[in-house]
């Protein structure tokens, strides 16, 4: 059989994956959720048919969205986790042992239930007794919140679909009052190649500038996402992220990463001369 | 019409682009040479059918084989260029009035002659006068050599078909002898990711290991290249790329960059844990 998952990064441009397996195929409330299998990248899950998660690569994302704050503030207690379906995040957040409290706020409870079925290497974790897991929308979830988090990691969808509302200016003045007076935002900042995405990575951070003093985006080579070059922001009350980086504290913690580590930390916040203008003119 | 380019990054995935028009098509002595037009990308180009470069993103290749070694050792006059039929590496080479001399060995004329009737943003340079260009092979060029360059970039195809030679001790030690004595080499390293380049990436790395005294790997974002995650190989017989830094004599060269910039020179030797440890371990 000649069967092949394609994602049309542009109009123009699309990305093939041969697929071995159909393993999964779902419509929930919110989406279209698939599961496939290919020799390469192994199991691989869409949403609306665009690509979310593979087995081969899913370390690179889990490693930024995580490290990066704790190795800020490795005082962390008290994390929500916003999306994050396929359970990665949480995953790498419960090797934290002083970490007490993950909350995670899956929107969609099929796709939870779709990973825990065919993606153990991400939701090997969600059963820890630490993790509490609401199918909820995070953005009423967050509201009215105070003072409850030390750091909220949002790992959401593109900003269409069930994502769009964490891409909000209220959404962001909301985790700034859930935060702790140290606390740390991090937040999925798109991408800056093709002009779709260079547009939401524009908007994202212009908002999120308005609602936190600290504000830098940082970046990292995820091959199966369009352009393979994608951002995260870090977004912070009071800690910066390089001058507050807590180096020795961090790899006292003996935590074994494969993307993630101190030198790349600071490296990734050095981002192209095209980015930084892209990110600095709010015209452009 | 429903013209497609595709470039397959590994045999079960695949990279396309549609194409508006194919401007150019020839076979020579070595390749098959194609030009296309799309878009997103502008004009491209490929060499038996692997993408080698594209108006929209060649700025990021050429920055960072170039700028860097320029920012470690301002003071180069003497650059050896191998391969780089575009034309977009002596382009910025002679943004450096110092530099003295630029000598470009590329093996195959019509890659030059394609870029020059088709690609004039990277071919735009080939005609100053410092520019001596030479069509043969850059093993036999540099063969025998002394002295005679500061620097000596290898702006290769991969280690298949004519770029071959090009990854061989023999050629490394040739380069070695070809350099002055705080010379520096920049070679195409390949690419961690997929299996078939990581072979590629250790290998080459192991070699100019065997010869050059300081040898650091750094990467960037290059889209149009399989995973979008590429690297350089950065060799020298007596600098260090990032001890060696000349940030204020580099910045005062008032070069405008698009990618490249002091920061991501830095950056940019930061590497990932499992790229780290495949450079570091030669059994794996």
Redesign the interface.
């Known amino acids: 059989m000649n069967f092949?998952y394609?994602e049309n990064h542009?109009?123009?441009?699309?990305?093939?994956?041969?697929v071995d397996k159909h393993l999964y195929t779902n419509k929930s409330d919110f989406q279209q959720i698939d599961i496939f299998e290919?020799?390469?990248?192994g199991k691989f899950m869409t949403l609306d048919g665009l690509m979310m998660v593979t087995e081969k690569?899913e370390f690179?994302y889990h490693d930024m969205i995580t490290h990066i704050p704790l190795a800020v503030n490795p005082n962390i207690k008290r994390v929500l986790v916003i999306g994050g379906g396929d359970g990665g995040t949480v995953r790498e957040l419960t090797r934290y042992k002083h970490i007490t409290k993950i909350d995670m706020v899956e929107i969609d409870e099929l796709v939870v239930k779709a990973s825990i079925e065919h993606l153990p290497i991400t939701s090997c974790k969600l059963d820890d007794k630490r993790v509490n897991l609401y199918y909820q929308d995070g953005l009423e979830f967050v509201k009215g919140k105070e003072n409850e988090y030390d750091l909220i990691l949002v790992d959401s969808t593109d900003p269409i679909g069930p994502g769009e509302g964490l891409f909000t200016r209220e959404f962001y003045r909301d985790c700034y009052k859930a935060l702790s007076e140290d606390g740390i935002l991090i937040n999925q900042n798109e991408s800056p190649?093709?002009e779709s995405y260079r547009h939401e990575m524009k908007r994202a951070n212009e908002k999120i500038k308005e609602v936190f003093d600290i504000v830098n985006v940082y970046?990292f080579?995820m091959?199966t996402y369009p352009?393979?070059?994608w951002l995260f922001g870090f977004a912070s009350k009071t800690y910066h992220p390089i001058k507050d980086l807590k180096k020795d504290i961090w790899e006292n913690f003996g935590i074994k990463?494969?993307?993630?580590?101190t030198?790349?930390h600071?490296?990734?916040?050095?981002?192209?001369?095209?980015v930084?203008e892209l990110l600095e003119d709010e015209s452009k």
């Open positions: 092949w394609y542009q109009d123009t441009v699309t990305f093939g994956i041969k290919n020799d390469v990248f690569d690179i190649y093709y970046q080579h091959p352009s393979g070059h990463t494969k993307y993630y580590n030198d790349i600071v490296g990734s916040f050095m981002l192209p001369t095209y930084k």
